[in-house]
Nanobody, 119 residues
Framework: QVHLVESGGGSVQPGGSLRLSCAVS????????MAWDRQVPGNKREVVAS???????KYADSVNGRFFISRDNAKNTVSLQMNNLKPEDTADYYC?????????????WGQGTQVTVSW
């Protein structure tokens, strides 16, 4: 079983910054992709940023250039640095990891952390 614990959410004014962190623990085969998703209640969950085991990153167009994802494979952590935050970034943010065992992929999510951007 894999456990993910997020931290770092909170409230910030537009233009501010927050850093989200996610610690992965438990028994897993090999974490290939680590990502951050977000969801506004009533809306579809979207992938904000992802990073694979080689360090290649992908970002949603809406956050490209403002958000930066990083991972520490030795510590099994993934972080999301969020800069120049906008009100439309307000959402619940979820850490997601893909544990790979050969051809089998197992997806895990954390419990979520709330980010609110407003005056």
């Amino acid at each position: 079983q894999v456990h993910l614990v997020e931290s770092g959410g909170g409230s910030v004014q537009p233009g501010g910054s927050l850093r989200l962190s996610c610690a992965v623990s438990g028994s897993f085969f090999g974490i290939e992709v680590m990502a951050w998703d977000r969801q506004v209640p009533g809306n579809k969950r979207e992938v904000v940023a992802s990073i694979d085991s080689a360090g290649s990153t992908k970002y949603a167009d809406s956050v490209n250039g403002r958000f930066f994802i990083s991972r520490d494979n030795a510590k099994n952590t993934v972080s999301l640095q969020m800069n120049n935050l906008k009100p439309e970034d307000t959402a619940d943010y979820y850490c997601n990891v893909q544990d790979v065992d050969g051809s089998s992929v197992y997806d895990y999510w954390g419990q979520g952390t709330q980010v609110t951007v407003s005056w």
